[in-house]
């Protein structure tokens, strides 16, 4: 069995989900670059299989400037064939010098950002990408909520939260929130005396 093998590169980035590129601020071509000014795409394939004649196969490389890239359609059939059209787009992105900067940025840092927004804003962020919804739902991000809009959160406040979630505890009113933590109360009572 033949199981080709291929890896897309950008010059100088290490894999599609590395970080941005750095240019050098002189000639605005990438750091390390073997030519100012030129940036390029690099596919690059090769052969794994446990059958004999394919053992001396070598990799191949295909080399395109950015310009290139973009004009010829070989590399993106392939491109999209392997990777699939999110990743074909994503390169186009890049090759046009369309960085999506604040997609590179941690997850740390996002939800410290996306804490100081409105919930309409946290509702609309949710919807354009499924790491901002995934985010936008995070119980890291609905503890930091949480804790801005409360002065105190006791510890069984905390561990209600645990149990239900962030999220949805910011989003039950204070009646509710106070049966739940009676509820727990009673439940953690009847089983301290049945352990008795």
Request: proline share 4%; charged share 25%.
């Amino acid at each position: 069995m033949l199981w080709p093998a291929v890896k897309l590169e950008l010059k100088n980035a290490k894999s599609l989900q590395s970080c941005p590129t750095l240019c050098d601020p002189i000639d605005g071509s990438p750091s390390g670059s073997p030519v100012p000014g030129i940036l390029q795409v690099i596919f690059r394939w090769w052969k794994i299989s446990l059958r004999s004649e394919y053992r001396s196969t070598k990799p191949g490389e295909t080399k395109e400037t950015h310009e290139d890239f973009l004009e010829k359609s070989h590399l993106q059939v392939q491109i999209a064939l392997i990777f699939g059209s999110r990743i074909l787009d994503y390169v186009f992105n890049l090759c046009e010098g369309k960085f999506d900067f604040l997609e590179r940025l941690s997850d740390s840092l996002l939800l410290n950002i996306i804490s100081y927004l409105d919930l309409e804003d946290i509702a609309r962020l949710s919807q354009t990408s499924r790491r901002f919804a995934k985010l936008c739902m995070s119980d890291e991000l609905w503890e930091q909520i949480v804790r801005s809009s409360c002065d105190h959160i006791t510890p069984d406040m905390r561990a209600l939260a645990q149990d239900m979630g962030w999220r949805q505890m910011y989003f039950t009113n204070k009646l509710q929130l106070q049966r739940h933590l009676r509820k727990r109360k009673q439940r953690q009572g009847s089983q301290r005396s049945s352990q008795l």
